[in-house]
């Protein structure tokens, strides 16, 4: 039976705001939400009397694509350094904190103590709190562990799962994936996800070794597989690893993710420095996107790749680096909305529901103030966080 409070909840929802970028700037200042997505936007909406709606004022917010973050260990990280450096698994209230309405989660290192399993039941847990989430099948380690011992089976029966990931390369950590090996791999996620209608991207973490992206490039030269089904993640690791990151995009017409690290020795390889570089070396905006790694391990390793220290990498720096974007003038908002929204919906093979505000897209909408700090955040038109403390 539905709960009485969600049963007596108003249908429709009426968002009157500022103004609206979609990422687009549009006319429009008002948002009708029916159903979890967007039924109309436009200005002075009118709804019938009678009907059920809740009316939001916002008149001096900011709409936006609610964010979307395809890196998070949503479970944890870490581990090591042994089961004392375990990291702590994120809350939707982290999430939404930060204007991020979508997470993919991911396993990393430890494929061990931490499962697909446990992974599932985050993901789904998330979802029961308001957050859109889905996850990679698979970890750090080739063979990867899956739901159902194969990986066309998971992405054919497990709705959540959108891909493979993260898959180690040129990494002291990873499983040392020999080419043939990694081949395989992408086109068993491949066929698997035709036949589950999704793309079925494979997420690779990139290390600092010194192959860099050359299993990649190999695999896009050597075999049929298109370039939009590869994504490598960390790709600001070293100066070195950028320039490769930026002519990899050039070649490939190939999508490249930069990550916000915590722990950046550099601002140029901080993510906001990261985007701007690889804008000044002639990427398009549209193949660039940048995530978290949230509640992942930021371990330290000596020059013999002995553990020394951990920190716990979160999101806030994914939101200054994406807001100095704006300040700084590197990108207009509508074009920086598309580095953490749009661009990242159509990567994952969500933009025919996600990183858009359009009629019939799903109702995912932030609302920023004039810092371009997220104030309230909506997920399938649910409001899902309010900095004031406004109950839904």
């Known amino acids: 039976m539905m709960p009485r409070e969600d049963r007596d909840a108003p249908l429709l929802t009426l968002l009157r705001v500022g103004r609206i970028f979609a990422p687009q700037p549009l006319e429009a200042t008002e948002i009708l939400i029916?159903?979890?997505?967007?039924?109309?936007?436009?200005?002075?909406?009118?709804?019938?009397?009678?009907?059920?709606?809740?009316?939001?004022?916002?008149?001096?917010?900011?709409?936006?694509?609610?964010?979307?973050?395809?890196?998070?260990?949503?479970?944890g990280g870490g581990g090591e350094g042994g089961c004392g450096t375990r990291c702590p698994e994120i809350t939707a209230h982290e999430i939404a904190s930060m204007g991020i309405g979508t997470v993919v989660g991911v396993l990393g290192?430890?494929?061990?103590?931490?499962?697909?399993?446990?992974?599932?039941?985050?993901?789904?847990?998330?979802?029961?709190?308001?957050?859109?989430?889905?996850?990679?099948?698979?970890?750090?380690?080739?063979?990867?562990p899956t739901l159902t011992g194969d990986l066309q089976r998971d992405l054919a029966w497990i709705p959540e799962v959108i891909g493979l990931g993260e898959i180690a390369i040129s990494d002291h950590r990873s499983s040392q994936p020999r080419q043939d090996e990694i081949e395989r791999l992408v086109s068993?996620?491949?066929?698997?996800?035709?036949?589950?209608?999704?793309?079925?991207?494979?997420?690779?973490?990139?290390?600092?070794?010194?192959?860099?992206?050359?299993?990649?490039?190999?695999?896009?030269?050597?075999?049929?597989?298109?370039?939009?089904?590869?994504?490598?993640?960390?790709?600001?690791?070293?100066?070195?690893?950028?320039?490769?990151?930026?002519?990899?995009?050039?070649?490939?017409?190939?999508?490249?993710?930069?990550?916000?690290?915590?722990?950046?020795?550099?601002?140029?390889?901080?993510?906001?420095?990261?985007?701007?570089?690889?804008?000044r070396r002639g990427v398009p905006v549209e193949r660039i996107t940048m995530s978290s790694d949230c509640n992942g391990s930021l371990p330290e390793f000596d020059a013999r790749g002995a553990y020394i220290g951990m920190r716990v990498a979160g999101n806030t720096t994914l939101i200054a680096d994406w807001q100095r974007l704006v300040r700084e003038e590197v990108l207009p908002l509508e074009q920086a909305l598309g580095?953490?929204?749009g661009n990242v919906a159509r990567v994952l093979g969500l933009d025919g529901q996600k990183g858009r505000l359009?009629?019939?897209?799903?109702?995912?909408?932030?609302?920023?103030?004039?810092?371009?700090?997220?104030?309230?955040?909506?997920?399938?038109?649910?409001?899902?966080?309010?900095?004031?403390?406004?109950?839904?």
């Open 358 to 392: 359009a009629v019939g897209h799903d109702a995912d909408v932030t609302l920023l103030d004039g810092d371009l700090q997220p104030q309230q955040t909506f997920v399938s038109g649910k409001r899902v966080y309010a900095r004031d403390g406004s109950p839904e």
């Open 188 to 279: 068993e996620v491949r066929v698997g996800a035709m036949l589950a209608g999704k793309l079925g991207i494979c997420h690779f973490h990139v290390g600092d070794g010194k192959r860099g992206l050359t299993p990649l490039r190999r695999l896009l030269s050597e075999t049929e597989i298109p370039a939009e089904q590869v994504i490598p993640t960390h790709v600001n690791r070293h100066r070195e690893l950028l320039e490769e990151a930026a002519d990899y995009a050039l070649t490939f017409d190939a999508n490249v993710d930069v990550t916000a690290f915590d722990d950046a020795d550099e601002d140029d390889m901080s993510g906001f420095g990261a985007v701007s570089r690889l804008l």
């Open 339 to 341: 580095v953490i929204s």
């Open 34 to 75: 029916a159903d979890g997505r967007i039924a109309a936007l436009g200005r002075d909406l009118a709804v019938p009397e009678g009907w059920p709606v809740r009316v939001v004022e916002a008149r001096d917010l900011v709409a936006v694509p609610a964010f979307i973050d395809q890196h998070v260990h949503v479970t």
């Open 109 to 144: 290192t430890d494929g061990i103590s931490r499962s697909p399993a446990d992974l599932l039941a985050k993901v789904r847990g998330l979802r029961a709190e308001g957050i859109a989430a889905y996850m990679y099948t698979g970890s750090y380690r080739v063979p990867p």
